[in-house]
T-cell receptor, first 115, second 115 residues
Framework: DTGVSQDPRHKITKRGQNVTFRCDPISEHNRLYWYRQTLGQGPEFLTYFQNEAQLEKSRLLSDRFSAERPKGSFSTLEIQRTEQGDSAMYLC?????????????FGPGTRLTVT | AQSVSQHNHHVILSEAASLELGCNYSYGGTVNLFWYVQYPGQHLQLLLKYFSGDPLVKGIKGFEAEFIKSKFSFNLRKPSVQWSDTAEYFCAVNPGNTGFQKLVFGTGTRLLVSP
């Protein structure tokens, strides 16, 4: 399967712990996006990379959140000092900059539960 | 701020019934419009998209959507639903200027098709 992959698929952690998620985009997609989806809501944009550069960040992304894409391929999203409100599905998507409509392809998500 | 409204949160239909799901957005400029679908246990998949040209766009699995600029709407339709269309449907908007990459999603409509 050459789609977007995310790891882990599920993560349960205790409040106050740090967690890190990984996203591997579709090969040769130079754009990568992180979204968060809570129950009963649509995905909400968190941040966006073009190659290794983080070009846009949502105000939803507090100081406890950090995302990287060091070599312009995979990306990591880290949440420090997790809170119960961080419980959500974290989605990654990728696209290619030559796509005329910025069509984004989504991965399966990482479901985070903070206890 | 841009917003996307999906007024039907839950829809229940019998097989062969016609479907129309509403989507309205608040952004006033040029927009790119999408419908994504999430089947049970699967990740978000693109159903159809509108960029420019014919306001009636056709997607996969017999779905179509009509862009009505004067109404800021992009409603999804299917003349005859099948049990396999049971899923959650998300409308999304991407403003058309190239510096703005994120998708803004609606809250989703959960469709249940009874056999």
């Amino acid at each position: 399967d050459t789609g977007v992959s995310q790891d882990p698929r599920h993560k349960i952690t205790k409040r106050g712990q740090n967690v890190t998620f990984r996203c591997d985009p579709i090969s040769e997609h130079n754009r990568l996006y992180w979204y968060r989806q809570t129950l009963g809501q649509g995905p909400e944009f968190l941040t966006y990379f073009q190659n290794e550069a983080q070009l846009e960040k949502s105000r939803l992304l507090s100081d406890r959140f950090s995302a990287e894409r060091p070599k312009g391929s995979f990306s990591t999203l880290e949440i420090q000092r997790t809170e119960q409100g961080d419980s959500a599905m974290y989605l990654c998507a990728s696209s290619h900059s030559t796509s005329p409509i910025y069509e984004q392809y989504f991965g399966p998500g990482t479901r985070l539960t903070v206890t | 701020a841009q917003s996307v409204s999906q007024h039907n949160h839950h829809v229940i239909l019998s097989e062969a019934a016609s479907l129309e799901l509403g989507c309205n957005y608040s952004y006033g400029g040029t927009v790119n419009l999408f419908w994504y679908v999430q089947y049970p246990g699967q990740h978000l998949q693109l159903l159809l998209k509108y960029f420019s040209g014919d306001p009636l766009v056709k997607g996969i699995k017999g779905f179509e959507a009509e862009f009505i600029k004067s109404k800021f709407s992009f409603n999804l339709r299917k003349p005859s639903v099948q049990w396999s269309d049971t899923a959650e449907y998300f409308c999304a908007v991407n403003p058309g200027n190239t510096g703005f990459q994120k998708l803004v999603f609606g809250t989703g409509t959960r469709l249940l098709v009874s056999p």
